[in-house]
């Protein structure tokens, strides 16, 4: 198969920034996809419905053309489910994002303790307005490998014993504790998958030195979680689609003796998961995982329109608009045409 042709496809969870950032970012995400999921972590971050507007008027503007961004409210322990319900119910808010405090970039004003979240994640419940984790626990004393895993067993199973009917993305999930919990989880429970953790293991983190670049939250972990994400991406299972979680930081934010986290896979998104899907021989998956799945899950329409992937040696240059991209100096052997 030299080309595939698929449903135009979204992202379901991106970081856009804003500012200059969002200016440069923002064309390579609505180049490949129609709608993306925008995460809220800005500084100070998106909690109220006149600022997710503002700034949803701020993407269009930078992205231009055919792009619909999806806004999220980012949790606090002061959360108002009226506020909640009142975005989402103004066509505003798609869902709300929960940071465990301190978890990641700019969560420092997220959830201490999620007992204070109760009402509104009763109220979002109630009006079918999705929850979207970062599934980690904060707590020192875990080892950062073990974050996840730990947040499955202390705080995810709970949650979802207790709102049944609240529609939770585990996102960006890293570790084969969590493939396995979305799969045994209610319909309910959903699942997004980045390339990164579908390309890489931990060892990407020390090949040769210590390398920023492949340094995102959360982190890279042993071959076999790796091999149990992939399985779960190319498994044709309705839980799992796309969300790059394209983290744009400076190079100079990056190359640091406190490096940021996050990895900016804009450019090449569709191109690295259909290296994946290849590899694997499921290309025949890939429409569903980067365009059906999502869509289904959120209650959204598919969208129009096809995009094709070719076959073609692709030389990834070592910048793209000053950021360092992920498979930056390397061949990929996919192109969006
Ligand atoms: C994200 C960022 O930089 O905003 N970083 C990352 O490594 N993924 C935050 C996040 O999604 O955890
Ligand atoms: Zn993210």
Redesign the pocket.
Known sequence: MQSISIRRPDDWHV?LRDGAMLDTVAPFTARQFARAIV?P?LSPPVTSVVAASAYRERIVAAAGGDFTPLMTCYLTDDASADELARGHAEGVWVAAKLYPAN????SAHGVTDLRKLWPALERMQAIGMPLLV?GEVTDPEVDIFDREAVFIERVLGGLVRNFPALKIVL??ITTAEAAQFVADAPVTVAATITPQHLHLNRNALFAGGLRPHAY??PVVKREKHRLAVRAAAVSGSAKFFLGT?S?P?SVEAKEASCG????FNAPNALESYAMVFDEEGALDRLEGFASEHGPRFYGLPLNEGQVTLERAEVSVPERVAGLVPFHGGATIGWRLA
Do not use: P, Y
Not at 260 to 263: D, E, F, M, T
């Open positions: 970081h995460m972590n978890a990641t970039t700019n970062h996102e960006h995102c939250l979680d983290a930081h940021c986290a996050g990895i």
